[in-house]
Structure formats: structure tokens, C-alpha cells
T-cell receptor, first 115, second 112 residues
């Protein structure tokens, strides 16, 4: 069975400082991993995805994540936070098996940016 | 125009009423999904469909039913709504050749 743990339910950073949102996963197979962002009253938007290619994945809006198999982690980072980054972020795991339709979502991390 | 649309965007109803939430997509994807999101939780899968003739239960299907009227349309029904079905509902689509899902904007449902 697959599972996802987002280690922080709420993260606050000052504008212009680095962002780190932590995610650990467990999976029986070679997983695909995703980060989605949800702005208030909006749907989920894909930030980036890992699908067994390069372990450092670059996404939109300056975000990136590194897949570390030994640590079963897929942390999301950004060098410099912007006010527009304030949102809810979800780490998602999918076993790399197209017959398995289940995405498993983390419980989310709310990112607050302090002016 | 958005690739995945949901109607209505907001709905308030009473216990015992029948409610239908609709989802349409213009991405040409064959696979469609319904999820619900509760505060402080991730998304949970209600139903999914591989094509018009293929409907599958997700992890929390009790109290819900679905209809895949066409490749582009996938509706979620609550036959007799109850207050603990108050949640944010998302529709999503996926191409069979990819594991990336595309989400609609969500429907906020309140059952009084």
C-alpha cells in the first residue's frame, strides 16, 4: 500500500526567504510523485512531477523537488518566496502502474508568506 | 476556456435531497474521476471511469453514484444527501498514456 506524509500542516516564511515543504512517502513499487498547489477557491494545479527520470525535478513558478529514494522523501523547495506562493500544497504518490488508478494525497501544507 | 469544468460551483441543499454535480472536459481524455476534499485532509477518491462503459468504485463510494454520459461528461449524484457529505468535490481527468491528472475548479457542497 502507498501512503504520503506531509510533515508540516502549516509553514510560514518571510517574503524573499527560502521555502521548504516536506513530504515522505511509502510505496510498494517505483512511484510517481507529484506536488499540486491549491490557491483559495481554485482547483488543484500541478507544480511538478517525478516519474523515474532525473531525481531533481523543476516545476513552475521556481519550485523544485528532489526525489531521494534512500530517505523516501520528495521535499518541495523554492529559493525565494513570493506573496503569490501563499496557498495549500499537496504531495501525491501514484504507484507507477497504469492499472492502479489510485492517487494517494497527503493532508496538505498551508504556506503563509509574511510581507 | 477551462479544460475541465464543474457545475455548479457552489450548492447548498437540505438533508434528504437528491443532488447532481456535473463535470465536463475538453481534453479528450478517456479517464475521469470524482474526489472529495474535507478540511485538513487530502483528496479521497469516490468513483472513477476508464470509459463510457467502465465505472469503478473508489475508496469512499457509499452514498454516491455516477453516470458517464459521454467521454466528455461524468456526473456525480448524491441520492439522499446527508450533512457529512458537506465537502469540496473535484472532478479530474487523465489520458490513458499518462499518470498526470487534471483537476476542475471544484464544487463546494453544503448539506444542511
Amino acid at each position: 500500500a502507498q501512503s504520503v506524509t506531509q510533515l508540516d500542516s502549516h509553514v510560514s516564511v518571510s517574503e524573499g526567504t527560502p521555502v521548504l515543504l516536506r513530504c515522505n512517502y511509502s510505496s510498494s513499487y517505483s512511484p510517481s510523485l507529484f506536488w499540486y498547489v491549491q490557491h483559495p477557491n481554485k482547483g488543484l494545479q500541478l507544480l511538478l512531477k517525478y516519474t523515474s527520470a532525473a531525481t531533481l525535478v523543476k516545476g513552475i513558478n521556481g519550485f523544485e523537488a528532489e526525489f531521494k529514494k534512500s530517505e523516501t522523501s520528495f521535499h518541495l523547495t523554492k529559493p525565494s518566496a513570493h506573496m503569490s506562493d501563499a496557498a495549500e500544497y499537496f504531495c501525491v504518490v501514484s504507484d507507477l502502474d497504469f492499472g492502479n488508478e489510485k492517487l494517494t494525497f497527503g493532508t496538505g501544507t498551508r504556506l503563509t508568506i509574511i510581507p | 476556456d477551462a479544460d475541465v469544468t464543474q457545475t455548479p460551483r457552489n450548492r447548498i441543499t437540505k438533508t434528504g435531497k437528491r443532488i447532481m454535480l456535473e463535470c465536463s472536459q475538453t481534453k479528450g481524455h478517456d479517464r475521469m474521476y470524482w474526489y472529495r476534499q474535507d478540511p485538513g485532509l487530502g483528496l479521497q477518491l469516490i468513483y472513477y471511469s476508464f470509459d463510457v462503459k467502465d465505472i469503478n468504485k473508489g475508496e469512499i463510494s457509499d452514498g454516491y453514484s455516477v453516470s458517464r454520459q459521454a467521454q466528455a461528461k461524468f456526473s456525480l449524484s448524491l441520492e439522499s444527501a446527508i450533512p457529512n457529505q458537506t465537502a469540496l468535490y473535484f472532478c479530474a481527468t487523465r489520458s490513458g498514456g499518462s499518470n498526470e491528472q487534471f483537476f476542475g475548479p471544484g464544487t463546494r457542497l453544503t448539506v444542511l
